[in-house]
């Protein structure tokens, strides 16, 4: 089983709202990482979970906050988001954070803030 | 991590090779060339990686200079599904969890 399973697939979400998006992987690895994508531009990384501690956080406004429960999943919390920050967020994970493993990527979920 | 340097956009025929280059000139010893692709509103998808020798896996090959300065990215028989951005990433090894995506390559196969 070598699939990243991000949901929802698709979320629309007033200004106001507290939403969450979940990343769930059964490989075992040990790093997780959130990106997000805007339109015709390369991922952005946002967040590095290593053995379930946030390890590297890309200076992201806190309107977003990661959790990790758990050595296969990842969490991304949501509230009070701006209508710029609709983007495709994309969950990644990898066996550990050595430079010579490859990072498995989920679907991502479509974010639309109203 | 180095900076990496692709074309913006290349065409391919169906069906014959399709060659990617990347150039990555300030690649250090212990960094590892990461190549992924994205399909049109999907996750990036892992191809293939290598530090300083070629690399061949059931998707494509890569093709390291003996200078590590530059890298290609060869996918031997290209069909349509192949149209996608092409990322070309350099990567250290021992330590370090980032993967930085540039801007990539959009390969279009022409029918």
């Known amino acids: 089983d070598t699939e990243v399973t991000q949901t929802p697939k698709h979320l629309v979400m007033g200004m106001t709202n507290k939403k969450s998006l979940k990343c769930e992987q059964h490989?075992?690895?040990?790093?997780m990482y959130w990106y997000k994508q805007k339109a015709k531009k390369p991922p952005e990384l946002m967040f590095v979970?290593?053995?379930?501690?946030?390890?590297i956080n890309e200076s992201v406004p806190s309107r977003f906050s990661p959790e990790c429960p758990n050595s296969s999943l990842l969490n991304l919390h949501l509230h009070a988001l701006q209508p710029e920050d609709s983007a495709l967020y994309l969950c990644?994970?990898?066996?550990?954070?050595?430079?010579?493993?490859?990072?498995?990527f989920g679907q991502g979920t479509r974010l639309t803030v109203v | 991590d180095a900076k990496t340097t692709q074309p913006t956009s290349m065409d391919c025929a169906e069906g014959r090779a399709a060659n990617l280059p990347c150039n990555h000139s300030t690649i250090s010893g212990n960094e590892y060339v990461y190549w992924y692709r994205q399909i049109h509103s999907q996750g990036p998808q892992y191809i293939i990686h290598?530090?300083?020798n070629n690399e061949t896996n059931e998707m494509a090959s890569l093709i390291i200079t003996e200078d590590r300065k530059s890298s290609t990215l060869i996918l031997p028989h290209a069909t349509l599904r192949d149209t996608a951005v092409y990322y070309c990433?350099?990567?250290?090894?021992?330590?370090?969890?980032?993967?930085?995506f540039g801007t990539g390559t959009r390969l279009t196969i022409i029918p």
């Open positions: 290598g530090l300083k």
């Open positions: 490989m075992g690895h040990r790093a």
């Open positions: 990644a994970s990898s066996q550990d954070r050595l430079g010579n493993t490859e990072a498995f």
């Open positions: 990433i350099v990567r250290v090894g021992g330590g370090n969890e980032k993967l930085t």
């Open positions: 979970y290593s053995y379930e501690k946030l390890s």
